[in-house]
């Protein structure tokens, strides 16, 4: 991070003694950073600059006057706010921020009381933070984006109030909607930000096949995959005959949504199916042609992988896995964030929280069911399985801006890890642990403040 960047609160002064095109700082922040107060500067925020000149008072040294008509130009809320703010000799440039905003799609938002669906007390929180280290924070939609200002709702003490605000520094992408991500409306949008060097906290979702294929050119982590291959009639067939028991999953499925359990019986061929409602579909099919008539519709709208059946561990005779968080810090290396294990509803045969998964504290659960030090140490296995496949993944050429990764890894009941699943855009429902502030906002707002600055320095150059 940028050494002179110093943390300062800005107040919108109205009155005819702040000029326009003025800042009125410190004596004391005038002389730290040295600028020649003579000379006309450049202020940046974001992607805009205006230029400005110095007036010193007798003022706190982290103390900021700016009027209203300069917070205009350069899109900025007309309200007391508290930002970090760098000043670069050689551009002659003052840079505050960092403008940090998330990226989301809804079909509709109440301007009044605007709700953001399920990333709503995520936005909150990442909200509070922000406001404690410094910045301004704003969620807008997709749709919302203008060549020079986004539509976006920042947070003004009281509510979330919708305003034009300048581009942001650093954009963290939750766009929920695949199809909407793959659009040429999307790749618009997306050649917009690129134009401005802004950088994109996880550019886009993953795509279950892509991962599997990865993973498996990789010599240590290949044994860890589950036997997968894409969903033909032919292949599940050949499935059958060596497994007996089979997921089918969407290949670009998230949230547990639309899966397919198949167990091959003497009698048939019995189905689970996952819906949209998370409830559990069940049918039987006498012989595998009937499943093929059946399931051709769906085949048809989407690609799916077929997966064997892991045996997991079972927790109250419910099956386990484990959820586990991975972020880049501020030196580019992973870490992990969080580790739970995650049991699956009485209901239910896959353990999403969506679905109406439990959330466990994962060494604990461990420790309950094998002995301490077997738990402790499939527990460090864990830890390295997913630096290892984050460090894999984010290698992948066609898959820019790798910061954040949520891991599933399944343990059969020989203690065996098994890698089921990659998402570039874990889940933000949270479970309730008193005031608590979930383990990943640090984590991902040390990542956005990390982009954030090198977009400061890369515009040094």
């Known amino acids: 991070m940028i050494t002179s960047c110093v943390s300062i609160i800005i107040t919108p002064n109205k009155t005819s003694q ?31 600059q205006v230029q400005i000149q110095i007036e010193l008072s007798n003022m706190e040294k982290n103390e900021w006057l700016l009027h209203h008509s300069l917070l205009s130009e350069l899109s900025l809320p007309a309200d007391k706010r508290t930002l970090l703010a760098h000043y670069h000799p050689g551009l002659k440039t003052i840079f505050i921020g960092p403008i940090i905003a998330v990226m989301t799609n809804m079909r509709k938002i109440d301007e009044e009381n605007p709700f953001f669906g399920s990333i709503h007390s995520f936005c909150e929180e990442l909200q509070q933070l922000i406001a404690q280290f410094g910045g301004l924070f704003y969620v807008f939609q997709i749709q919302k984006i203008h060549q020079e200002e986004i539509i976006g709702f920042y947070f003004d003490g009281d509510g979330w109030v919708q305003a034009e605000l300048p581009f942001p520094n650093v954009i963290y992408n939750r766009i929920h909607s695949r199809k909407l991500e793959t659009s040429s409306f999307f790749q618009e949008k997306l050649t917009l930000f690129q134009t401005r060097d802004i950088p994109i906290f996880n550019q886009r979702f993953l795509s279950k096949w892509e991962v599997h294929q990865t993973i498996a050119t990789d010599q240590v982590l290949q044994s860890v995959l589950p036997p997968t291959i894409l969903y033909t009639p032919e292949n599940l067939q050949d499935f059958l005959k060596i497994y007996q028991d089979v997921y089918i999953k969407p290949v670009h499925g998230s949230q547990g949504k639309n899966i397919l359990h198949l167990n091959q019986e003497e009698n048939g061929l019995l189905i689970e199916r996952t819906t949209k409602n998370y409830e559990v579909d069940k049918k039987a099919f006498h ?32 099956p386990i896995d484990f959820r586990i968080l991975c972020h880049r810090n501020h030196q580019q290396d992973w870490k992990i964030t969080s580790i739970v294990a995650r049991v699956a509803s009485s209901k239910q045969f896959v353990s999403n929280i969506a679905s109406g998964g439990l959330i466990k504290n994962a060494k604990a659960l461990l420790i309950d069911l094998f002995n301490e030090e077997m738990a402790l140490q499939t527990f460090s296995h864990l830890k390295m399985l997913s630096l290892e496949t984050a460090r894999i993944i984010s290698k992948m050429e066609h898959y820019p801006n790798c910061y954040e990764l949520g891991l599933d890894i399944g343990i059969d009941r020989l203690g065996n890890l098994w890698l089921i699943e990659v998402n570039s855009k874990p889940s933000k429902d949270y479970w309730n642990d008193g005031e608590k502030m979930r383990p990943s906002i640090k984590a991902i707002l040390k990542c956005c403040y990390s982009l954030a600055f090198t977009y400061i320095d890369d515009k040094k150059e």
């Open 18 to 48: 702040v000029a326009h095109q003025k800042i009125i700082m410190s004596h004391t922040l005038a002389r730290f950073w040295e600028i020649p107060i003579e000379e006309e500067l450049i202020l940046s925020v974001g992607t805009k």
């Open 287 to 318: 012989h595998i042609s009937q499943f093929y008539q059946w399931f051709k519709p769906f085949a048809q709208k989407r690609s799916y992988i077929i997966q064997q059946t892991i045996p997991l561990l079972e927790y109250k005779e419910r």
